[in-house]
């Protein structure tokens, strides 16, 4: 099974800061990689596909970068809607795993 | 709009069944792979089981195999998981969620139902 390492696993931040979450993959995931955010109590959103492809109606201060093991999502200036844990996910083979989250949480 | 409602949940007691469904609407049910996710109280996201359009190809997680079955009845837009030998390590939120197809299908989960929760405890 493909495991997929989030890092950090916490990360505190302000509204306005660049920051960024990386996914490492066990084995090469080819640039098949999603990212989701989830707020407390409520249903996970899809952000990107294919390591890079924004949603429809996704910001634009979301963006997602890398191929193989390797990935990134960034948000350039963060919003106070921001605040949530993020999740990246292979969508490569079977079985199709899920990182351990990124809390993101305010400073 | 794209809609998934879930239901089936409830306590049930260990090595017990239940049998989830979810009802598709605003879109073609039968042209898009399903799938199932869950998620353990305070935990992360684990995926289950996929399905194909015709119910032809199905994919499990291996904590599941032999105990789950997931189904689809495109007559009635529905999608099920059959949940036998249920065991503690069960409990959790149970999403469906539809796969991005446009020309081919990947597993990126685009919409989500709200969930329904399953309690495996005695």
């Known amino acids: 099974d493909i495991q997929m390492t989030q890092s950090p696993s916490t990360l505190s931040a302000s509204v306005g800061d660049r920051v960024t979450i990386t996914c490492r993959a066990s084995q090469s995931i080819r640039s098949l990689l999603a990212w989701y955010q989830q707020k407390p109590g409520k249903v996970p959103k899809l952000l990107i596909s294919k390591a890079s492809t924004l949603e429809s109606g996704v910001p634009s201060r979301f963006s997602g970068s890398g191929s193989g093991t390797e990935f990134t999502l960034t948000i350039s200036s963060l919003q106070p809607d921001d605040f949530a844990t993020y999740y990246c996910q292979h969508h490569d083979s079977y079985p199709i795993t899920f990182g351990q989250g990124t809390r993101l949480e305010i400073k | 709009e794209v809609q998934l409602v879930e239901s089936g949940g409830g306590l049930v007691q260990p090595g017990g069944s239940l049998r989830l469904s979810c009802t598709a609407s605003?879109?073609?049910?039968?042209?898009?792979?399903m799938t199932w996710v869950r998620q353990a109280p305070g935990k992360g996201l684990e995926w289950v089981a996929n399905?194909?359009?015709?119910?032809?190809?199905?994919y499990y997680v291996d904590s599941v195999k032999g105990r789950f079955a997931i189904s689809r009845d495109n007559a009635r837009n529905s999608l099920f998981l059959q949940m036998n030998s249920l065991r503690a390590e069960d409990t959790a939120v149970y999403y469906c969620?539809?796969?991005?197809?446009?020309?081919?299908?990947?597993?990126?989960?685009?919409?989500w139902g709200q969930g329904t929760l399953v309690t495996v405890s005695s």
């Open positions: 605003g879109f073609t049910f039968s042209s898009y792979w």
């Open positions: 399905i194909n359009q015709d119910g032809s190809d199905k």
């Open positions: 969620a539809r796969l991005i197809c446009s020309g081919s299908c990947y597993s990126a989960f685009a919409y």
